[in-house]
């Protein structure tokens, strides 16, 4: 029945003679009648609809008569574009979103929490097509400029090292000491970085290397430890310790590797075999719970991967920076790949991270508003019920009362918006790949109504629906999941 409503609305609201109507063609009524007979509009429209179903249900999804492709293939392309945009989108916005949420509720009626607050509702706010035009500007145009003389002013580096600083020592808390030691190890650390990154030329040759790799991993495994089991669980600790030491030994031979004949069926397998080597590890130190130690081994093994990955991916950047195509300005602003590059896997993986990184950006800000909200509030009402309580005056540790008791429970609010949120944005974040002129979802769409293709309007809302249908049912599995309750109830 919705099928049918759909139809008839999609029926009434195109116009497939939208070209023809102001045309001066000699043969204008011909073309019309060629038409009307190719869409076979003079059959009423209920008896269309059922003719739909029919090839609908058997398959066939129908042709796009402008393009004269069959409208499988134009979704195969738009899904292929929307998931490469949506999935790394959704992940930091979550990732990102839900982090700042839980600590501005630690940190409740701070300053912090009132600057989280503030900037969660200003990027709440703002009209998407407002913030991707902003980073067209200043994230491509002005990023493009910057490299031609990749070079910082004494006045940029310690604005940066302020600005972070602030914000870490808002976060921290603490007494006036903690927070000046916070200030000041943030404020040196930003500074670092940003001379670094200046006096080695990294921004035209850019690497992460060993060095930062063995840092960074080193610093990933305790914080992972420390969320997941408690830095006092010392075999949890040193499984993730050990898959940082293994992929800095791995990482001279899979450069031989990476020179080979590559494609993501290879990535996808070594990210495999990745995380099964971090859960042997984590199963072979041990422990009272080996699945802690297991865990935390396989995320942080992950991770490092992920590390050894980008680091590839950039070594090719002073060849693609030098390609005819590319002409010293990475950063595209429109489209999901540069035409005529050519280049390897690398270069090409190269070229698709340089056109996501702008709409990505975009859909994070606004993602991440909506999650610091959601999850702020979800985890404001978790520490204030009587099992927070109760948990503290037994003696647990704060980090243990935070995340194992309040954390779980903040996330089950969390998992009816995640499925909906990401099916939403499956379905094409219309604007976003409107303004960066990305071939997905919500592009296909819009020119099918546009150009009046009822096939396509109807092939993409039915997979919207149908995808809407799982996200629910995918929400009440995560619930079954965090909470044993409702699947004894169930």
């Known amino acids: 029945m919705s099928t049918f409503a759909m139809y008839l609305l999609v029926s009434a609201s195109i116009r497939p003679f939208k070209d023809l109507e102001q045309s001066t063609a000699a043969n204008k009524a011909q073309l019309i009648a060629e038409r009307r007979e190719l869409l076979d509009l003079d059959t009423p429209v209920v008896i269309r609809y059922f003719k739909w179903l029919g090839d609908f249900v058997t398959g066939d999804l129908g042709v796009g008569w402008r393009s004269g492709q069959p409208v499988s293939n134009l979704l195969q392309g738009a899904v292929i574009s929307t998931i490469q945009l949506v999935a790394a989108a959704t992940v930091l916005a979550i ?158 031979p899979l450069q031989e590797l990476f020179r080979l004949s590559f494609n993501w069926w290879y990535v996808f397998g070594l990210a495999i075999v990745t995380i099964l080597v971090g859960i ?16 935390a081994a396989a995320i942080t093994a992950f991770l490092v991967a992920c590390m ?17 195509a590319i002409n010293g300005r990475p950063i595209a602003t429109i489209g999901s ?10 270069v090409q993986t190269l070229d698709t991270y340089t056109h996501l990184l702008l709409p990505t950006i975009a859909l994070v800000l606004i993602q991440f508003a909506g999650y610091t909200r959601y999850s702020r509030s979800s985890m404001l009402e978790v520490m204030n019920q009587d099992y927070i309580r109760t948990a503290r005056a037994k003696g647990l540790p704060e980090r243990e009362v935070v995340m194992r008791h309040g954390f779980r429970n903040t996330l089950i609010p969390l998992a009816t918006i995640v499925p909906i949120d990401v099916i939403t944005l499956l379905g094409g974040a219309i604007i976003t790949e409107k303004v960066f002129a990305r071939p997905g979802m919500g592009t296909l769409f819009l020119r099918g109504l546009d150009g009046g293709e009822v096939d396509v309007v109807m092939a993409y809302l039915v997979i919207v629906a149908a995808l809407a249908i799982i996200a629910n ?13 409702i699947r004894v109830n169930a």
């Open 308 to 324: 050894i990955f980008a680091d590839k991916v950039m070594s090719v950047w002073p060849l693609y920076m030098g390609a005819p």
């Open 95 to 252: 990732l990102f979103g839900v982090m700042v949420g839980i600590i501005s509720a630690l940190r409740q009626y701070s300053a912090f929490d009132y600057l989280t607050i503030f900037i969660s509702f200003v990027l709440y706010s703002l009209p998407a097509f407002w913030v991707a035009v902003l980073l067209k500007q200043w994230g491509a145009i002005g990023f493009n400029d910057f490299l031609k003389d990749p070079t910082n002013s004494p006045v940029v580096i310690v604005v940066a090292g302020l600005v972070v600083g602030l914000v870490c020592m808002l976060a921290a808390g603490g007494k006036p000491k903690q927070r000046a030691v916070t200030f000041g190890i943030a404020f040196a650390a930003t500074a670092s970085a940003i001379l670094y990154l200046q006096l080695t030329n990294w921004w035209l040759e850019p690497n992460l290397g060993p060095v930062i790799i063995l840092v960074t991993g080193t610093a990933l495994a305790f914080a992972i430890t420390a969320l997941t089991s408690g830095l006092k669980n010392r075999r949890a600790l040193g499984a993730s310790l050990t898959t940082v030491v293994i992929g800095l030994a791995l990482y001279y």
């Open 337 to 346: 790949s540069t035409p005529n590059l050519g280049g390897n896997f690398w």
């Open 280 to 295: 042997a590890v984590g199963f072979a130190w041990g422990g009272p719970d080996k699945g802690i130690s297991a865990r």
């Open 473 to 485: 049912i995918v929400a009440d599995l995560i619930y079954a999941a965090l909470d044993p309750r």
